[in-house]
Structures are given as C-alpha cells and as structure tokens.
C-alpha cells in the first residue's frame, strides 16, 4: 500500500535551486533520479505497478550513484529520502532525512517530511514535534493543510490495518493500530481545523473502539463547524 505524499514542492526546489554546481554526471543522475521518483508516484497512483516499480529502482539507483561520488549531496539525499517516503519505507527514510537536516537544517520541507517517516514508523512525539518545527519555519495555510492531508492518510490507513487484524481475531494488535491512527488524526485535526470532514471521521474511528469521550468530543465540532 502506498501513502502518496505530495511532494512535488520538495522535488521542485531540489531540481531548481538546491546545492550548486556539479560535475555533468552528477547532474544527470540528479535530474533522471528526479524525474523517475515522479514517474514512480504517478504510476502507482494508475494502479501501474510493474512500471512504477521499474522506476522506483531506478530512481533509488540514480541517487545512491551520486552519492557514491558525494556523501554530503543534498539534493540526492532528501530525493532519495523522498522516494523512500513513496513507497512507505518509513525506516529507510529517517536516516536519510536526518542527514540532509544535518547539511541544511532550515530546509522546512525535510523537517516536515522527516515529522510524517517518523509518525509513520509509529513514532509518534518525536514525529509531532518534527512537524511543528517545519510549521514554524513555514506556517502557510497551504503547508498545514499538505500536512493534515499526509497525516489523514497514515492515519487512515492504519486503521484499515487495524480492521484486517480485528478479522483475524488479533484484538491487541487491532486496537492498538485503531488507537494509533486516531492520535494521528486527533494531530491532524489540531493542524488543519476547523475540518468538519476530518472530525466526522474521528468520531466515527472513536465509535469503532468504544471511545464514547473522544467521539462525542469531535463530533461536537463538527456538529458546530459549518
């Protein structure tokens, strides 16, 4: 499964204006690995899976080539880290990130990113205050919303997680995963409200566990949001 995170801002400042000069190879493989992890995204997102992974190796292959060359490459390691992010290789991803941070850390896009591989590897503290470090550097309305969306979605899809494993008669791991996603909503919501959609759906995830208290609590505000 895949949490499309929408990325392309990053990609487009790393191809634009990241870093500086380079030795003609390494800029070729920067600007093939850039354009095969968008070709990557969109062709798992068309259910073509076969060519997105064909090109998910490549891009891989493309960044770590140039980082073969230069270990403190910026744009190789956060595009890299972002391809990761793609294909939901959380634990691959925080290294990487954490390493880019270490060249710039006032790259706001990294540290958001870094904030979601980090709540997605379910560590959840560390993840929100990543996050929160990103919207202080850049707390435009268009950032939160981006970053509400990509929570939504981790937590959304842990809660599907959830459900197969309450089928299996697995009630711990499915009630851990259920209570995990809510918290992830729950941050969400705290990120982007009012949000009358995202509330309604953590009452409903509430319910789903017997949380009476926390369902009424968001179902309140939606009731009250227009």
Known sequence: MLVVISGAALLVCLAASCGGSREDQIDELLEDGISNSRQFGRQYEQGSF????????????????????DSNNLKALSSLAFTKMLAEDYKAAIPLFEQALALDSSFSENRRQLGLALIGDGQVPRGRAMINSALAL?????????????LTKIGTEAFQIGTIFGKEDNERKELNHKRFAIAVLAFAHDIDKPNAELAHRLADFADDINDSTTARQYRSLYDSTP
């Open 50 to 69: 076969d060519s997105a992974y064909t090109s998910h190796v490549q891009a891989v292959e493309q960044f770590e080539q140039v980082l073969a060359l």
């Open 138 to 150: 850049d707390s435009s309305r268009e950032a939160r919303r981006l970053t509400a969306e990509q």
